[in-house]
């Protein structure tokens, strides 16, 4: 299984970026995907998850200005970002949580993308 985080860039406060994340591989079934980012210097942190119904759950920072969304056909999930902060600068890692389901059966590993970085300047 592999995930591929796209859509990170330069720009300014205020303005707007979709970062997109593939999943590829012998893929069955993927339960909960969430996003997650590290500035520099600070540890990882939890940014949005999105249930496989499409529930989603965010964390109270983020005030309304992202929108987490997944396509469960193409086990895509994306992050609407708007109004951007220089605070929001940060590695942005997209993130399958365990179980997922392959053709081989149920997997507990903890499956992370490559990271997208998103600059943001004031």
């Known amino acids: 299984v592999q995930l591929q985080a796209s859509g990170g860039g330069l720009v300014q406060a205020g303005g707007s970026l979709r970062l997109s994340c593939a999943g590829s591989?012998?893929?069955?079934?993927?339960?909960?995907m969430a996003w997650y980012r590290q500035a520099p210097g600070e540890q990882r942190e939890l940014v949005a998850d999105?249930?496989?119904?499409?529930?989603?759950n965010y964390r109270d920072f983020l005030k309304g200005r992202f929108t987490i969304s997944r396509d469960n056909v193409k086990n895509m999930v994306y992050l609407q970002m708007t109004n951007l902060k220089p605070e929001d600068t940060a590695v942005y890692y997209c993130?399958?949580?365990?179980?997922?389901?392959?053709?081989?059966?149920?997997?507990?590993?903890?499956?992370w993308g490559q990271g997208t970085l998103v600059t943001v300047s004031s």
């Open positions: 591989g012998n893929i069955v079934k993927i339960n909960h």
């Open positions: 999105i249930a496989p119904n499409g529930n989603p």
């Open positions: 993130n399958v949580v365990p179980p997922i389901k392959l053709g081989k059966g149920w997997s507990q590993y903890d499956y």
